[in-house]
C-alpha cells in the first residue's frame, strides 16, 4: 500500500552506484509531535474530601454548623448519616436518599433541597426521594436541629448526568487533503453532555490512542464542547482513519460501564512529493540497470533530461550512456529536478568486487529508504 504511492523509475540498468553521493533525499520521518498517551484511565477513585462523604462517619470530617449568635456550638458532633452518601444519578431516573441520626440527642430532621422537600420529621430518618431527577444542580442538605439549639448539617454530594448526544470529528478550518509534515487541529464535537468536567475525549488513530483531553468547565448543565488535538500527519497516514470517543468518567458510585460515545471515521489524505531517493552519483555496469525512485501522492509526472534534451531511458547500457542525467519531476508540492552523474564501466568481470561493494551500498539507501 505504501509503495504503491510511489512512481518508481527504473532507469534500464542495474544500479551499481556509489554510496558516497551524499545528499541523497533519504525520507526521515518528520519527528512525531508529542503524544502524551496516557494509560487507560485506572478506574476512577472516589469523590475525594467532600467533607460530607463518607457513609458511615460518625463524627463527619468538618460538619456544618450555624448557629444562633453567640452560642458556642463547637463541641457539638454532628451524627447524620446519610445513605447513599455519594449519589450519581442519571438525568430523569429516581433518586432517593435516607438521612437518619442515632441518638435523640435532637428536635427535628429535615432536608435542604429545592426539589421534593420533605416535612421535618421527629423520626430518627427522613428519607428525600424523587421520581424524576431534573434539575442539574440541586445541592441537598440534611440537617439536626440539635437541643442545645444548634443545627449541623450534612451536605450530599450528588451528580446529575447525561451522556453525550452526539460526538463528531472534524479538522480546524481545513477541508480536503493534507500536505505531509503540516500541522493539522482535529476537533472532537461532544454534544449535550453534563457534566462536562468528567468527560475524557481520546483521540484515536485507526486503533491507536494519540492523547486525552479533559475540560475544565464546572457548568453542571449539558454542554456542547469541542476539544482539540494537533497532528502532523506523515506520508504513511494516507487513508488512515482519525476517530474520537468521548467517555464520561463517573466512578464507582457511577454506572458500571461509563457512557462512551464515539465519533464517526474521519479519512485523512495525505499528500507529499515529488521526493526523489537517488544519488547524486552512479556506477553501472554495461548492460546493467538502476532504479530511482522518484515518489509522491498523488504520483508525479516524470521527465528525464541528459544533456539538456530529453531522454528515454536505455534498455541496455552502454558506454555512452555515461553522463549527467537530470529527473525534473511535477507532483502536488509543485516541480522539482535532481541531476546525477552516472558513469558506465566497462565489461562484467573487470569491477565486480568494487561493483558489489557498491551494490550494497545502494541496497542499503533503499532499505533506509523504504522503512
Ligand atoms: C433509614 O435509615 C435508618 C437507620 O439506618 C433505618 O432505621 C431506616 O429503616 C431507614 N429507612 C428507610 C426507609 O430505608
Ligand atoms: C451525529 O453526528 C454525525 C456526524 O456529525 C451526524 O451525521 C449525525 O446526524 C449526528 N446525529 C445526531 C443525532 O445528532
Ligand atoms: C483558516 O485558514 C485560513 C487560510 O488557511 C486563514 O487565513 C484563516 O486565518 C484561518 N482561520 C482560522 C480561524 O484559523
Ligand atoms: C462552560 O461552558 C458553557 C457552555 O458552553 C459556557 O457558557 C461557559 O462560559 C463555560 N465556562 C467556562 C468557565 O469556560
Ligand atoms: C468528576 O470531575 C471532578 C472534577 O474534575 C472530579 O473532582 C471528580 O473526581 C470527578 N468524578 C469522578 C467520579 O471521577
Ligand atoms: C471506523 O472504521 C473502522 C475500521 O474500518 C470500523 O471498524 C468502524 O466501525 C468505523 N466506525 C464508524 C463509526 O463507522
Ligand atoms: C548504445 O546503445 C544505444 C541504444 O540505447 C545504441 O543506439 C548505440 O548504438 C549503442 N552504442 C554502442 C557503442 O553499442
Ligand atoms: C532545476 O532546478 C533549478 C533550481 O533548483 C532551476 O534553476 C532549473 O530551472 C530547474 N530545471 C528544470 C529543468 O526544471
Redesign the pocket.
Given at each position: 500500500m505504501f509503495t504503491s504511492r510511489w512512481s518508481v523509475v527504473f532507469l534500464l540498468f542495474r544500479l551499481f552506484s556509489s554510496v558516497n553521493s551524499s545528499p541523497v533525499p533519504i525520507y526521515t520521518p518528520a519527528p512525531t509531535h508529542p503524544l502524551q498517551i496516557s494509560p487507560p484511565t485506572p478506574s476512577p477513585t472516589i469523590l475525594p474530601s467532600l467533607p460530607t462523604s463518607s457513609p458511615l462517619s460518625t463524627p463527619p470530617p468538618s460538619p456544618h454548623f450555624s448557629s444562633d449568635p453567640g452560642e458556642s456550638a463547637k463541641s457539638v458532633l454532628c451524627p447524620l448519616t446519610v445513605s447513599p452518601s455519594i449519589l450519581v444519578v442519571r438525568f430523569k431516573d429516581p433518586v432517593k436518599v435516607n438521612c437518619s441520626v442515632p441518638a435523640m440527642s435532637f428536635s427535628a430532621l429535615g432536608w435542604e433541597v429545592s426539589l421534593a422537600k420533605p416535612e421535618l420529621t421527629t423520626e430518627h430518618f427522613l428519607v428525600w426521594s424523587v421520581d424524576s431527577m431534573t434539575d442539574w444542580s440541586v445541592k441537598p442538605a440534611c440537617f439536626a436541629l440539635v437541643e442545645q439549639g444548634g443545627q449541623c448539617q450534612l451536605d450530599l454530594s450528588l451528580i446529575v448526568y447525561k451522556p453525550p448526544d452526539n460526538v463528531s470529528i472534524s479538522v480546524d478550518n481545513h477541508t480536503g487533503s493534507m500536505i505531509e509534515g503540516r500541522q493539522y487541529t482535529l476537533l472532537c464535537t461532544v454534544y449535550n453532555v453534563a457534566p462536562v468536567e468528567n468527560v475524557t475525549v481520546t483521540f484515536y488513530k485507526e486503533q491507536t490512542p494519540l492523547g486525552q483531553v479533559q475540560s475544565s468547565n464546572t457548568t453542571k448543565t449539558p454542554v456542547t464542547e469541542i476539544f482539540s488535538w494537533n497532528i502532523c500527519p506523515k506520508k504513511e497516514d494516507d487513508g488512515v482513519r482519525y476517530w474520537c470517543e468521548a467517555k464520561l468518567e463517573l466512578g464507582p458510585e457511577g454506572p458500571q460501564n461509563p457512557p462512551v460515545a464515539i465519533s464517526q471515521n474521519l479519512s485523512a489524505r495525505v499528500h507529499f512529493g515529488p521526493q526523489f531517493a537517488c544519488p547524486t552519483r552512479m556506477w553501472i555496469r554495461e548492460g546493467e540497470s538502476l532504479g530511482c525512485e522518484v515518489g509522491g501522492n498523488p504520483p508525479p509526472l516524470v521527465i528525464w533530461y541528459k544533456d539538456g534534451e530529453v531522454v528515454d531511458l536505455?534498455?541496455?547500457s552502454?558506454?555512452?550512456?555515461a553522463g549527467k542525467y537530470t529527473v525534473w519531476a511535477e507532483g502536488f508540492l509543485g516541480k522539482k529536478n535532481f541531476t546525477m552523474e552516472v558513469e558506465v564501466l566497462p565489461g562484467s568481470g573487470t569491477a565486480n568486487s568494487f561493483n558489489r561493494h557498491f551494490l550494497f551500498g545502494v541496497l542499503l539507501i533503499q532499505t533506509t529508504y523504504w522503512l
Amino acid at each position: 500500500m505504501f509503495t504503491s504511492r510511489w512512481s518508481v523509475v527504473f532507469l534500464l540498468f542495474r544500479l551499481f552506484s556509489s554510496v558516497n553521493s551524499s545528499p541523497v533525499p533519504i525520507y526521515t520521518p518528520a519527528p512525531t509531535h508529542p503524544l502524551q498517551i496516557s494509560p487507560p484511565t485506572p478506574s476512577p477513585t472516589i469523590l475525594p474530601s467532600l467533607p460530607t462523604s463518607s457513609p458511615l462517619s460518625t463524627p463527619p470530617p468538618s460538619p456544618h454548623f450555624s448557629s444562633d449568635p453567640g452560642e458556642s456550638a463547637k463541641s457539638v458532633l454532628c451524627p447524620l448519616t446519610v445513605s447513599p452518601s455519594i449519589l450519581v444519578v442519571r438525568f430523569k431516573d429516581p433518586v432517593k436518599v435516607n438521612c437518619s441520626v442515632p441518638a435523640m440527642s435532637f428536635s427535628a430532621l429535615g432536608w435542604e433541597v429545592s426539589l421534593a422537600k420533605p416535612e421535618l420529621t421527629t423520626e430518627h430518618f427522613l428519607v428525600w426521594s424523587v421520581d424524576s431527577m431534573t434539575d442539574w444542580s440541586v445541592k441537598p442538605a440534611c440537617f439536626a436541629l440539635v437541643e442545645q439549639g444548634g443545627q449541623c448539617q450534612l451536605d450530599l454530594s450528588l451528580i446529575v448526568y447525561k451522556p453525550p448526544d452526539n460526538v463528531s470529528i472534524s479538522v480546524d478550518n481545513h477541508t480536503g487533503s493534507m500536505i505531509e509534515g503540516r500541522q493539522y487541529t482535529l476537533l472532537c464535537t461532544v454534544y449535550n453532555v453534563a457534566p462536562v468536567e468528567n468527560v475524557t475525549v481520546t483521540f484515536y488513530k485507526e486503533q491507536t490512542p494519540l492523547g486525552q483531553v479533559q475540560s475544565s468547565n464546572t457548568t453542571k448543565t449539558p454542554v456542547t464542547e469541542i476539544f482539540s488535538w494537533n497532528i502532523c500527519p506523515k506520508k504513511e497516514d494516507d487513508g488512515v482513519r482519525y476517530w474520537c470517543e468521548a467517555k464520561l468518567e463517573l466512578g464507582p458510585e457511577g454506572p458500571q460501564n461509563p457512557p462512551v460515545a464515539i465519533s464517526q471515521n474521519l479519512s485523512a489524505r495525505v499528500h507529499f512529493g515529488p521526493q526523489f531517493a537517488c544519488p547524486t552519483r552512479m556506477w553501472i555496469r554495461e548492460g546493467e540497470s538502476l532504479g530511482c525512485e522518484v515518489g509522491g501522492n498523488p504520483p508525479p509526472l516524470v521527465i528525464w533530461y541528459k544533456d539538456g534534451e530529453v531522454v528515454d531511458l536505455p534498455s541496455h547500457s552502454n558506454l555512452t550512456h555515461a553522463g549527467k542525467y537530470t529527473v525534473w519531476a511535477e507532483g502536488f508540492l509543485g516541480k522539482k529536478n535532481f541531476t546525477m552523474e552516472v558513469e558506465v564501466l566497462p565489461g562484467s568481470g573487470t569491477a565486480n568486487s568494487f561493483n558489489r561493494h557498491f551494490l550494497f551500498g545502494v541496497l542499503l539507501i533503499q532499505t533506509t529508504y523504504w522503512l
